[in-house]
C-alpha cells in the first residue's frame, strides 16, 4: 500500500471538493497496481452522480467570487504551486513510477513538462488581454475583452497522469474559471498528492476539485448542466463519442485520441543519430505514449544498413523496474494490456512481418509478476498490415523500405491518424516537402518525438483530435474564455 496525507487506512483514493477530502460514494471501483510487482498499492472508489453534482455545485459557488479576482491575485497560488511541485518532485516521481511503471528519468521529464504548463499559466495577465481601436467609426472606440466562462471539466488517461492534467488545470483556473480533475481510475494517486499540494498552495475552496471515478462518473459529468466544457485525453473510440455527446450536451470540447505515429529516414540522415532517436522514440515509456513513433519508412538505398543500426540499438535497451536507474524499458500498466500488445505481436508474425527482435521471452529478476516486454522489431512492414494502422501502444517497432520521401509521404497520408511524425535527412527540400504536404499536428526535424513546450498548442489531426482548440498555450486562453466587444462613444455635453 501506498501512504499519502489523505489516504484513509483503508487505502481508497479520495475527492477533493471544497477543500476537504471525501470517499466517493458510487458502486464501482477497482484496485490500483504496481504495473512491475503486481502490489496493490490502493483502491478507486468511483464517484456517483450524487457526487458529480456535488462537485459542480460548489464549484459554480467558488467561481462567482475568483472570477472577479484581479488576476495578479489569481496567478499567486500557481507560483506556490511551481514551487511546491518542484519541492515534490523526486517523491511524486517515485509514486509515478510505482502506480505506471515507467522510468524514474521519465517520469522525472513528465512532472518537469507539467510544471512548465504552470510557468506558462502565470503569464495570464499578459496573455489574456484583448484589443482595442481607437476611432473605430466617426466618435466610437471599441474593445474586445475576454471573459471566463464558469466550470471546466477535465477527463484524463493513463499515460501521464502528473503531465497531462496540467496541460488544463493552470489555465483554467488562471482566466478565472473553475476547475474538476477526472483523473485515469488505473493511476489515480499522483493526481491526489498534487491535489495535496494545490490544498496547501492559497487557492480558494471549491476552485480547484478532484472527482474519481470511471465511466459512469464521466457520463455525469457530460450530463451535467452546470458545467461550460470538457477537455478529453485518450483513446479515439472514447474521444469520438465524447465529442459528440458534449456538444450535443452544448458544452465546448476538446477530444484527443490515439496515433500511428512514423519516422521517415532519407539517404542523406544521419543514420546512427536517426537509428538513436527512434530507439528513444518507439521504446520510451513502453511504447506507452500517443507521440510515440513506431512505424519507420527508409529510403530502400539505406534500409539494410538502418535495419542493422536500429536493431543493436534497441538490443542494448534494459527491461526491468522503473526504479532501478539501470532500465530503460519499464512495466505495462496492466496485463491485459500486455497481452493485447503480445495479441499485436501475433498478428505481426502472422501477417508475414520479419520478426527482427522478439521482446516476449523477456524476464526481470525479483519482479516476476510485473507487465514487462522487451522491445521488439519487426522488418518489411507493409501499409496494408495490421500492425503499421492501429495503435499498438507498447515497445513494437515496425520498419518499411520506400523509393523516395515522396512515397512516404503518401504513407504517412494513408493513416486514419495525424498526432505526429519525424523526418530525418540533410536535405532541406526534403524537410520543406514534409512540412507543407503532411496533414499532422506535431512535427520533427532531426528530432525523434516530436513533443511541443508548453508555450505552443499540443494536438493532433484526423482520428488524432476532436475539435479545434488543443491543450497547452495560447489555446487554452481561447477554449477557457468567450469575448465580448463593448463599442463606446462619449458625446461632448
Ligand atoms: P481511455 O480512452 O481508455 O481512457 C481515458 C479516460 O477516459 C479515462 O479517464 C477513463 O476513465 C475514461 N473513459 C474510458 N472509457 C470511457 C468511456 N467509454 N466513456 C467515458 N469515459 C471513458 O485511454 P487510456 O487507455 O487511459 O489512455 C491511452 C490512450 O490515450 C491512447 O490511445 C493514447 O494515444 C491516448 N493519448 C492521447 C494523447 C493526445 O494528446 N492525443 C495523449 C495521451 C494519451
Request: proline share 4%.
Amino acid at each position: 500500500m501506498v501512504r499519502l496525507e489523505s489516504l484513509p487506512e483503508t487505502g481508497t483514493v479520495q475527492n477533493y471538493v471544497g477543500g476537504e477530502w471525501h470517499t466517493p460514494t458510487g458502486s464501482d471501483g477497482q484496485d490500483v497496481i504496481d504495473p512491475a510487482t503486481s502490489e496493490r498499492l490502493a483502491s478507486v472508489a468511483f464517484s456517483s452522480a450524487d457526487d458529480v453534482d456535488g462537485a459542480v455545485r460548489t464549484a459554480t459557488d467558488a467561481f462567482e467570487e475568483w472570477s472577479e479576482r484581479p488576476v495578479e491575485e489569481r496567478i499567486q497560488p500557481l507560483f506556490e504551486l511551481k514551487r511546491l511541485l518542484e519541492g515534490h518532485e523526486d517523491e511524486l516521481a517515485e509514486l509515478l513510477v510505482r502506480e505506471h511503471g515507467k522510468t524514474r528519468s521519465e517520469a522525472k521529464g513528465e512532472i518537469r513538462r507539467g510544471i512548465e504548463n504552470v510557468e506558462v499559466a502565470c503569464g495570464i495577465p499578459s496573455m489574456m488581454q484583448g484589443g482595442t481601436l481607437l476611432n473605430a467609426a466617426p466618435d466610437i472606440d471599441e474593445s474586445a475583452v475576454r471573459k471566463p466562462l464558469g466550470v471546466f471539466a477535465a477527463v484524463t488517461p493513463f499515460n501521464f497522469p502528473a503531465m497531462i492534467p496540467l496541460w488544463f488545470l493552470p489555465y483554467a483556473v488562471a482566466t478565472g474559471n473553475s476547475f474538476i480533475l477526472k483523473p485515469s481510475e488505473q493511476d489515480p494517486l499522483v493526481a491526489q498528492r498534487i491535489f495535496e499540494l494545490i490544498d496547501r498552495a492559497g487557492f480558494p475552496d471549491g476552485v480547484l476539485q478532484l472527482v474519481n471515478g470511471g465511466v459512469d462518473t464521466v457520463n455525469a459529468l457530460l450530463e451535467h448542466d452546470g458545467i461550460e466544457g470538457i477537455s478529453f485525453v485518450g483513446s479515439t473510440p472514447v474521444a469520438r463519442e465524447i465529442y459528440a455527446t458534449a456538444a450535443a450536451n452544448g458544452k465546448r470540447v476538446q477530444a484527443q485520441g490515439g496515433a500511428k505515429n512514423h519516422i521517415v529516414v532519407t539517404e542523406t540522415a544521419d543514420l546512427d543519430f536517426a537509428a538513436e532517436k527512434t530507439v528513444g522514440s518507439a521504446f520510451a515509456c513502453a511504447g506507452e505514449r500517443c507521440l510515440a513513433n513506431d512505424v519507420v519508412v527508409v529510403e530502400e538505398s539505406v534500409y539494410d544498413e538502418f535495419v542493422e543500426t536500429v536493431v543493436s540499438v534497441a538490443d542494448s535497451q534494459v527491461v526491468g523496474s522503473g526504479l532501478d536507474g539501470e532500465t530503460d524499458i519499464g512495466a505495462l500498466i496492466t496485463p491485459e494490456h500486455e497481452q493485447r500488445v503480445r495479441n499485436y505481436i501475433e498478428t505481426g508474425i502472422e501477417e508475414g512481418a520479419d520478426l527482427l527482435l522478439d521482446g516476449r521471452d523477456v524476464s526481470v529478476d525479483g519482479y516476476e509478476g510485473g507487465n514487462f516486454l522487451g522491445p521488439t522489431l519487426f522488418g518489411d512492414v507493409t501499409t496494408d498490415m495490421v500492425i503499421t494502422q492501429e495503435e499498438v501502444f507498447g515497445p513494437v517497432l515496425g520498419l518499411m523500405s520506400v523509393e523516395d520521401v515522396d512515397e512516404a509521404i503518401g504513407v504517412l497520408d494513408r493513416s486514419d491518424f495525424g498526432n505526429a511524425a519525424s523526418l530525418f535527412t540533410g536535405s532541406g527540400s526534403d524537410a520543406r516537402k514534409f512540412r507543407h504536404r503532411t496533414d499532422i499536428g506535431n512535427l520533427g526535424v532531426n528530432a525523434g518525438t516530436a513533443a511541443p513546450m508548453a508555450f505552443f498548442h499540443f494536438g493532433g489531426r484526423k482520428d488524432s483530435f476532436f475539435g479545434d482548440l488543443h491543450a497547452q498555450g495560447e489555446d487554452m486562453i481561447h477554449f477557457y474564455t468567450d469575448k465580448t466587444v463593448y463599442i463606446e462613444r462619449w458625446p461632448d455635453t
